[in-house]
């Protein structure tokens, strides 16, 4: 498909867009580490991962969580205006799904710290019964989210790949090998097959995937919308 040159981003604010969303991966990436971070892996039932974590991780991470969440809404408008000279339809499909994929993840991760405290509080012999209440009520009001979350991950990949595959995009058909279900399958296959490795990208994987699309999407882009400027 041939690009449609008049839907072609101003590049300042398409860079700008995609700092914005860049930045957003790596803080809530480094809060959502911070918050889930186990040495032991993130195993166990009734959420024990949390253990480990310190209350000073559960205090600062949560709140670079919440606090830089919402530029990933910039993130997916910068990732709307590459595809859009391909085609309009997917390329809005992708900003739909990905804002209402965190603003779904944004009600899971704002919830993440507060149940981790809760863990340390409750998590003993003489108040285990409440806390095994209290943390399937939990899974049942908001872990069950992150089964939500990918679905809705899934089907803007699917746009994502199609949209890139299909041409005139501002991308090369190979960034199709970004869309966010990617990489996060091949962090969870890490995690299985090295989980020496795998286990600290694991604990932010969705963040980790979205450094990866944000980043590679900043460097093809770039390099196109010059040599377009360039051509005009």
């Known amino acids: 498909m041939e690009m449609n040159k008049t839907q072609i981003p101003d590049l300042r604010l398409w860079r700008l867009l995609g700092m914005a969303g860049l930045i957003g991966a790596i803080m809530v990436g480094i809060g959502e580490f911070m918050v889930h971070f186990s040495p032991e892996g993130m195993e166990g039932e009734d959420f024990a991962l949390f253990g480990p974590v310190s209350d000073r991780n559960l205090t600062i991470g949560h709140f670079l969580m919440v606090s830089f969440l919402p530029l990933y809404v910039f993130g997916y408008l910068h990732l709307y205006q590459g595809f859009r000279p391909g085609g309009k339809k997917l390329a809005a499909a992708v900003f739909v799904f990905g804002v209402f994929s965190f603003m779904v993840g944004g009600i899971w991760v704002g919830s993440r710290a507060f149940i981790g405290s809760l863990q340390h509080l409750l998590d003993t012999p003489e108040t285990v019964e409440i806390w095994k209440e209290v943390a399937a009520r939990y899974f049942f ?42 990489p996060l399958v091949l962090i969870f296959t890490c ?34 919308l010059r040599s377009l400027e360039k051509a005009s």
């Not at 286990?199 to 196109?224: E, Q, W």
Request: proline residues 5%; hydrophobic residues 60%.
């Open 141 to 182: 009001f908001l872990e069950n989210l992150v089964q939500a979350l990918r679905v809705l991950i899934l089907a803007l990949s699917v746009c994502f790949i199609a949209v890139v595959i299909r041409g005139g995009t501002i991308y090369p058909r190979w960034y199709a090998a970004c869309a966010p279900i990617i």
């Open 191 to 224: 995690y299985i097959l090295v989980p020496s490795i795998g286990k600290y990208l694991l604990p932010a994987a969705m963040n980790v995937a979205h450094v990866i699309v944000f980043a590679l999407s900043l460097i093809t882009g770039t390099k196109r």
